[in-house]
Nanobody, 127 residues
């Protein structure tokens, strides 16, 4: 089982940067692919980024490609999301997530592919 806790959210001006962190408990952190999702007010939760369990493969939503970078540190049991050139439309609660199964290899972008979720961290981008 994996427990996830996000941090690093806040208020930032458009064009600015933030780095989100997701601390995970459990000795098997390195065995899980991980994802970031976000949910804006009145909208459905959507996929942002995915990283393989080895950290050697990533995937991004078109809306963040070239601006966001997902990474992981399997020694510190931490997942990161570096966000740059932020836009007001990036305002949302950001969640990290892990699938139930370990060592998955396929890119996972759907909510129902994930079984473990953090509590979320708010990111607000002003115009």
């Amino acid at each position: 089982q994996v427990q996830l806790v996000e941090s690093g959210g806040g208020l930032v001006q458009g064009g600015g940067s933030l780095r989100l962190s997701c601390a995970a408990s459990g000795r098997t952190f390195s065995a899980y692919a991980l994802g970031w999702f976000r949910q804006a007010p009145g909208k459905e939760r959507e996929f942002v980024a995915w990283i393989s369990w080895r950290g050697d493969s990533t995937s991004y939503a078109d809306s963040v490609k070239g601006r966001f970078t997902i990474s992981r540190d399997n020694i510190l049991n931490t997942l990161y999301l570096q966000m740059s050139s932020l836009k007001p439309e990036d305002t949302a609660v950001y969640y990290c997530a892990a699938p139930v199964k370990m060592f998955t290899t396929a890119t996972m972008t759907a909510l129902n592919e994930y079984g473990y979720w953090g509590q979320g961290t708010q990111v607000t981008v002003s115009s």
